[in-house]
């Protein structure tokens, strides 16, 4: 088979990050602009293509880079220090390239991945559509809210059912086949605002039988899977097992991550500029205060930033695991990395709470960097995969080997 050519084929992880850090001045003077456009300008984009930061996880068959999750995490919490809600459009938007490397077969990634190996994809797995079976494929019907990415999408990911029978399947359409709907931007949400987070509709469009497939995105069972995924046995890596749960709320968490970081430096600038109201002769900086927060928020990033690339590298650990031996990779394993991540992303979105509590009431007009990052961390904490104590009973009944009642395991 003939591999698409991968356009750095010397590029390195700390390639990416320097591109990604050095691109934050840009994302910051482009705050506001992204807010109210709903996404990264679509210079912004141009930067991110040319960088390579599609190409992070997507196979090095089709024109990716196959670097192991842990380097895009990075990248994204570089990213989202810029502007948190750019990097949530890039991270939901370039993320799953490795879901379709791991899980479709060979033909639809060749197709999907085309010819130059140019892939983003958002992926609302919610069955919000209806799939008809016809000669050859599907019909598909349907609208999909909160397709965080899809402003520069080549393709969609979604969830749909078989008409009157439940049957869930997930499918990958391309962009002519979908609307995407003008409701996401400016003052429509709280927070999250550039991170292109619109609905998709999808008429009456034709989907091939190789782009609809079976996937337990969710519970992840262990089952079946002594033969490995279409992914390991074409591309020869154990990262494309493709287990989703921890990878996924990894996704969101390095954005809240980033936001922190974006808080921090924020906060530091205030740290040289103002001057204590309890002693007017010394700055924030010279006042224990303003040191105590920063200081306790600093370690609660740290934290949270350790936390997150632990997951990565234990997910990895599960998956070598796998191509060792065959020890399987349980519906308790994911739901603990997924529990895990969640409390990496409660530590950052408190290190931003307690920023903001402690900036006193001028971040809260207007056009403050930090009322962004707040609001923006606010909107990660309503987020359905962020309710840890949801997740903790999920946990709890898989370790004693009860029911989860966690979709049907």
Same mark, same amino acid.
């Given at each position: 088979?003939?591999?698409?050519?991968?356009?750095?084929?010397?590029?390195?992880?700390?390639?990416?990050?320097?591109?990604?850090?050095?691109?934050?001045?840009?994302?910051?003077?482009?705050?506001?602009?992204?807010?109210?456009?709903?996404?990264?300008?679509?210079?912004?984009?141009?930067?991110?293509?040319?960088?390579?930061?599609?190409?992070? =996880?997507?196979?090095?068959?089709? #024109? &990716? %880079?196959?670097?192991?999750?842990?380097? !895009? $995490?990075?990248?994204?919490?570089?990213? +989202?220090?810029?502007?948190?809600?750019?990097?949530?459009?890039?991270?939901?938007?370039?993320?799953?390239?490795?879901?379709?490397?791991?899980?479709?077969?060979?033909?639809?990634?060749?197709?999907?991945?085309?010819?130059?190996?140019?892939?983003?994809?958002?992926?609302?797995?919610?069955?919000?559509? =209806?799939?008809?079976?016809?000669? #050859? &494929? %599907?019909?598909?019907?349907?609208?999909? !809210? $909160?397709?965080?990415?899809?402003?520069? +999408?080549?393709?969609?990911?979604?969830?749909?059912?078989?008409?009157?029978?439940?049957?869930?399947?997930?499918?990958?359409?391309?962009?002519?086949?979908?609307?995407?709907?003008?409701?996401?931007?400016?003052?429509?949400?709280?927070?999250?605002?550039?991170?292109?987070?619109?609905?998709?509709?999808?008429?009456?469009?034709?989907?091939?039988?190789?782009?609809?497939?079976?996937?337990?995105?969710?519970?992840?069972?262990?089952?079946?899977?002594?033969?490995?995924?279409?992914?390991?046995?074409?591309?020869?890596?154990?990262?494309?097992?493709?287990?989703?749960?921890?990878?996924?709320?990894?996704?969101?968490?390095?954005?809240?991550?980033?936001?922190?970081?974006?808080?921090?430096?924020?906060?530091?600038?205030?740290?040289?500029?103002?001057?204590?109201?309890?002693?007017?002769?010394?700055?924030?900086?010279?006042?224990?205060?303003?040191?105590?927060?920063?200081?306790?928020?600093?370690?609660?990033?740290?934290?949270?930033?350790?936390?997150?690339?632990?997951?990565?590298?234990?997910?990895?650990?599960?998956?070598?695991?796998?191509?060792?031996?065959?020890?399987?990779?349980?519906?308790?394993?994911?739901?603990?990395?997924w529990a895990l991540a969640q409390q990496a992303g409660g530590l950052a979105r408190q290190a931003v709470e307690l920023l903001f509590q402690n900036s006193l009431s001028a971040p809260t007009k207007k056009g403050s960097r930090l009322?962004?990052?707040?609001?923006?961390?606010?909107?990660?904490?309503?987020?359905?995969?962020?309710?840890?104590?949801?997740?903790?009973?999920?946990?709890?009944?898989?370790?004693?080997?009860?029911?989860?009642?966690?979709?049907?395991?």
């Amino acid at each position: 088979m003939t591999p698409i050519p991968v356009p750095e084929p010397d590029m390195t992880p700390e390639r990416l990050w320097e591109r990604a850090i050095a691109l934050r001045p840009l994302l910051r003077a482009q705050q506001d602009e992204a807010d109210e456009l709903g996404t990264y300008s679509p210079d912004v984009h141009e930067a991110f293509r040319q960088a390579g930061f599609y190409r992070v =996880t997507q196979p090095r068959l089709f #024109g &990716g %880079y196959e670097f192991e999750l842990r380097t !895009n $995490y990075r990248l994204i919490v570089e990213i +989202a220090r810029g502007h948190p809600a750019a990097g949530w459009c890039l991270s939901l938007g370039g993320s799953h390239a490795y879901v379709v490397g791991s899980h479709w077969p060979e033909q639809a990634q060749r197709e999907l991945f085309g010819t130059d190996g140019h892939f983003i994809a958002p992926h609302r797995p919610a069955t919000m559509g =209806t799939l008809k079976p016809v000669d #050859g &494929g %599907y019909i598909l019907n349907g609208q999909w !809210n $909160y397709c965080s990415g899809i402003p520069y +999408a080549t393709h969609l990911l979604c969830g749909a059912t078989l008409d009157g029978a439940g049957d869930p399947r997930q499918v990958v359409v391309p962009r002519a086949s979908f609307e995407v709907l003008d409701d996401w931007g400016g003052d429509r949400t709280l927070g999250m605002r550039a991170s292109g987070s619109h609905s998709a509709r999808i008429r009456d469009a034709f989907v091939p039988e190789h782009m609809v497939i079976r996937l337990d995105w969710m519970g992840a069972r262990p089952d079946g899977l002594e033969n490995g995924t279409a992914g390991t046995r074409l591309h020869g890596n154990p990262m494309y097992l493709g287990r989703m749960m921890g990878p996924y709320h990894c996704s969101l968490v390095s954005v809240v991550v980033g936001a922190a970081w974006a808080a921090l430096d924020e906060f530091e600038t205030l740290m040289l500029r103002n001057r204590s109201l309890a002693d007017p002769t010394l700055l924030w900086a010279d006042h224990p205060d303003y040191l105590r927060p920063f200081g306790l928020a600093m370690s609660m990033t740290e934290a949270a930033e350790t936390i997150l690339y632990g997951v990565a590298d234990r997910y990895m650990a599960h998956c070598r695991a796998w191509d060792r031996d065959r020890t399987p990779f349980t519906v308790e394993d994911n739901l603990r990395l997924w529990a895990l991540a969640q409390q990496a992303g409660g530590l950052a979105r408190q290190a931003v709470e307690l920023l903001f509590q402690n900036s006193l009431s001028a971040p809260t007009k207007k056009g403050s960097r930090l009322d962004r990052y707040y609001r923006d961390v606010a909107m990660y904490n309503s987020h359905v995969s962020a309710l840890q104590n949801n997740q903790a009973t999920y946990v709890a009944r898989a370790h004693f080997g009860r029911p989860t009642g966690f979709r049907g395991l």
